[in-house]
């Protein structure tokens, strides 16, 4: 199934991690199932044969590195020709009830906020910023003159547009506590 949608999408050598990527995550999903069933195969002596048979090497398969999964990371987070591949035929407007448009316009604005984040972390880092929370190091930055009052409402809006995309449900106690009868 991979290898034919990477060839039915013209065969993008961008798209080379991806495909490695999976399949190296199903081989490594299918090599231990097959270990699981066969640990728990109910005849050993069966489950032995069907071992030597199944595995004549050993368990060869590893899942992907790190190093493919960040390969990965860059080609989805920033705006490129595999982001755009993977992201056809999805409805990605712009509303509060659709997480996958929100996700799409937050990566657009990261582009633009990026060189001044940078500025903060290697302001943060140099012992210039001494605030731990994202708030309270952009207030800091704009003191400092780090950051123009309009790029620290910049940055602002983006961790705000941020914590909406990545944010989970919030309860007062109340309503999660039991009514009496």
């Known amino acids: 199934m ?75 987070i920033n705006p490129t020709a595999t982001r755009d591949r993977l992201a056809a035929g ?11 448009g929100l996700l799409q316009q937050a990566m657009e604005l990261a582009e633009h906020v990026k060189p001044l984040e940078r500025r903060v972390f290697d302001a943060r880092r140099a012992g210039e910023i001494k605030a731990d929370d994202i708030p309270g190091q952009i207030d800091e930055a704009e003191k400092k003159g780090i950051l123009t009052p309009a790029e620290a409402e910049a940055v602002r809006a983006f961790d705000k547009r941020m914590l909406d995309v990545t944010g989970v449900d919030d309860f007062d106690p109340n309503e999660l506590s039991r009514k009496g009868a």
């Open 90 to 100: 999805i409805y990605k407007a712009v509303e509060p009830g659709n997480p996958l």
């Open 2 to 76: 991979v290898l034919k949608h990477y060839q039915d999408q013209g065969e993008p050598p961008e798209d080379l991690p991806l495909v490695e990527w999976s399949c190296r995550t199903l081989l490594y999903k299918t090599q231990e199932q097959f270990h699981g069933l066969l640990r728990n195969f109910p005849n050993r002596w069966v489950a032995a044969i069907l071992r030597f048979f199944i595995f004549p090497r050993g368990r060869t398969y590893s899942s992907p590195s790190d190093e493919l999964g960040q390969q990965i990371v860059e080609l989805i």
